[in-house]
């Protein structure tokens, strides 16, 4: 790899939804700049980006690829993203390790709503967002239409870079707004003029100086307009709009030249804060460049079968020399420098070092993780976490064969070390072993690579819903145990009484005997008693939560009064008051925020309204519907799957934890009559 300076250097992230082209551009850019001698085609499994199994046999990208080139002097690296919503972890990362969002919409499809997703990430981030029109070759295209689209979505800083000489057929090529050609054809000519002021006084607002010049009606060289544009689209008061056909090989020049010469380098763009290794105070940033101290992130962390782990990261400030050392602030020590490696799709090159503005990988160091910092033993700061969506969708799995339980966990730490928006916990409440993932074709794709990569293969179910019971009203009770088989016997009284606590004060004990009717001794018992029955539950088999509990008074015996005895004459005057006590069931209640084309509007209220959900508000964002919600956990099973149904795949969502309400009577005593079902069954 050879090193070019830090001002030569383009890191960008290429985004969109699903079909937009991304990975079919991705290949003519390569193609254009030599790095291949023939394009591949995605329909043939033959891309650079999309050479995994999987990716070959689904046609479409299910993983980030890293790719390198240079062109005119100048240093690209590109990461080619996953466009669906369901494999949208890996998208994070990229964005983290970039200064540009290069952001794909198919003139055929419009945008799409992941577009949307994207473009929201890549405002958060801070990066640079430059749109990208592809398929300007494909039949039907309203370009007008699709541009107002653009705008009306993603606001009026959106401006054409570029302009095409029509669409289909007729597209042949393209003309910049800033610079065109003395041979521009009548009709598009027109069109420049009535675009360039526009996108001249958006360029020119960067620079107080320049505003005031061009307002003069003074001419500014052609070098004083590009590095306010670069600087100009690096704060975001310019997105630029460009046009593409990667089929017919229309607008790859154009767009190659806008990545030399506009888009902004490591210098130019974001700057990412830095903050203290045991705080959140924030710190200096070190500049972009090779001089300053050694920072870097990892946002990919991928497991190779030649080489092992190989942890994607990119380099912020200083230099890192192969098989030098490093320090990982979150274990606290340093480290060896494993291989540093450039990677090409599957390809991958040993280099020397990698230094400011690189992106590159390492091998032979397990610990690191995505999100993990790296850094010189001198520099005390730390990058910000990488945000992660979080998983949607979830099963309890089980392995099919024994003897696989040991092989099952390493392999899932394998995986969820790789996405981390695949998750896996054993659950506290139900002992299942769940795996988490934003749809279920995700988790398709990862019990597919279990079987794969690690042969094993698994049973799955809906896991549990985690339940809880409580009380809406108060219980008396008294139980008295005593057994006598000859010798010492048992025995223990207990009276007490219970009421309902405010929502997540989960348990209170209170003694209140006098005159030592239970001995001190005993009252502990009594109290494991009681917790005892609430783990087990009551009325279904489910952890017992808010509930006071006041044991008042009792009997016990010189001798035959045991911690035993007391333990069970407390859990059974527990269970006793509770079912006095107008039982009742919780259930997890879910935020719900879904993200639809308005069409689809009537189908989704309907569906949330089946579902008992209730809807706490829309809003109309371009051709989507924003509806928020607020739905039980155990009526989202199959969510995911519907969702793409009832919107030809264009729906999206996202779920917290909002609270835990009371389960309606009539759903309780379902749930209640399959508990006592399973208890007589066993």
Request: net charge negative.
């Amino acid at each position: 790899m050879a090193q070019v300076s830090v001002e030569k250097i383009r890191n960008i992230a290429l985004v969109g939804h699903g079909d937009s082209g991304k990975t079919t551009l991705a290949e003519a850019l390569l193609h254009k700049a030599g790095v291949i001698n023939r394009r591949g085609q995605v329909i043939d499994g033959t891309t650079v980006s999309d050479f995994e199994q999987d990716e070959k046999d689904r046609q479409h990208s299910l993983r980030a690829a890293t790719m390198h080139w240079e062109t005119g002097g100048t240093r690209v690296n590109l990461i080619d993203c996953p466009g669906y919503p369901d494999f949208v972890g890996e998208t994070f990362g990229a964005i983290r390790a970039v200064e540009t969002a290069m952001i794909c919409i198919s003139a055929t499809g419009g945008v799409a709503v992941n577009t949307r997703a994207v473009w929201a990430l890549a405002k958060d981030e801070g990066v640079s967002r430059v749109i990208v029109v592809t398929k300007l070759n494909g039949e039907n295209i309203d370009l007008d239409g699709l541009v107002n689209e653009i705008r009306e979505t993603f606001g009026e800083k959106c401006h054409l870079w570029d302009v095409p000489d029509g669409t289909g057929a007729d597209f042949s090529a393209v003309y910049s707004v800033l610079n065109p050609p003395s041979d521009v054809p009548a009709g598009i000519k027109e069109k420049i003029d009535s675009l360039k002021d526009p996108l001249m006084e958006a360029i020119v607002e960067v620079d107080d100086s320049l505003v005031e010049r061009y307002l003069d009606g003074e001419e500014l060289s052609e070098d004083e307009i590009a590095a306010a544009a670069t600087k100009s689209i690096a704060k975001g008061l310019v997105f630029p709009i460009l046009f593409v056909s990667a089929e017919k090989d229309v607008g790859l020049a154009k767009l190659n030249h806008f990545i030399e010469v506009d888009v902004p380098s490591p210098k130019d763009g974001v700057q990412r804060p830095v903050y203290k290794v045991d705080s959140d105070d924030e710190i200096e940033t070190p500049p972009a460049d090779v001089d300053a101290p050694f920072l870097a992130q990892v946002f990919r962390v991928v497991t190779d079968p030649f080489v092992g782990k190989l942890a994607f990261f990119r380099v912020y400030s200083g230099s890192l020399p192969d098989n030098g050392m490093f320090l990982n602030p979150r274990i606290g020590k340093p480290e060896k420098v494993g291989n540093l490696i450039e990677v090409v799709g599957k390809e991958q090159t040993n280099v020397s070092s990698a230094q400011a503005g690189d992106i590159v990988a390492m091998s032979k160091v397990d610990s690191l993780k995505v999100g993990d910092t790296i850094t010189d033993e001198k520099f005390e700061g730390r990058m910000a976490k990488i945000p992660h969506p979080t998983p949607m969708v979830s099963l309890a799995i089980e392995p099919k064969k024994r003897g696989d339980e040991g092989k099952i966990g390493t392999a899932l730490t394998r995986l969820s070390d790789e996405d981390p928006t695949f998750r896996v916990i054993r659950g506290e409440q139900t002992g299942e072993l769940v795996i988490s993932g934003m749809s279920n074709l995700h988790l398709d794709v990862i019990l597919a690579r279990l079987k794969k990569r690690f042969e094993v293969e698994v049973d799955t179910r809906i896991p549990a819903i985690p339940y809880k019971e409580t009380i809406s009203g108060t219980g008396d009770a008294k139980y008295r145990h005593k057994k006598q088989t000859g010798g010492a016997g048992q025995f223990g009284e207990v009276w007490l009484r219970i009421a309902p606590l405010t929502r997540g004060e989960d348990f209170k004990f209170v003694n209140a005997t006098v005159g030592g009717s239970i001995p001190q001794q005993y009252l502990s018992s009594c109290e494991k008693g009681v917790r005892g029955a609430m783990t087990e539950g009551i009325v279904s088999g489910n952890k017992v939560v808010d509930v006071e509990v006041t044991v008042y008074d009792g009997k016990h015996h010189p001798v035959d009064s045991k911690d035993i005895a007391f333990q069970i004459a407390a859990r059974k005057a527990f269970q006793d008051a509770f079912q006095q006590a107008k039982p009742v069931l919780l259930e997890p209640i879910m935020h719900l925020k879904v993200t639809v084309p308005s069409t689809s509007m009537g189908d989704i209220t309907g569906d949330l309204n089946g579902r008992r959900g209730r809807i706490q508000g829309m809003e109309t964002v371009g051709n989507f519907q924003v509806v928020e919600a607020e739905v039980p956990l155990a009526e989202m099973s199959t969510y995911s799957t519907e969702l793409r149904s009832m919107t030809g795949g264009e729906g999206f969502y996202s779920m917290t934890f909002a609270r835990e309400d009371v389960v309606p009577a009539n759903v309780a005593q379902e749930i209640m009559a399959k508990s006592k079902k399973v208890e007589e069954e066993d």
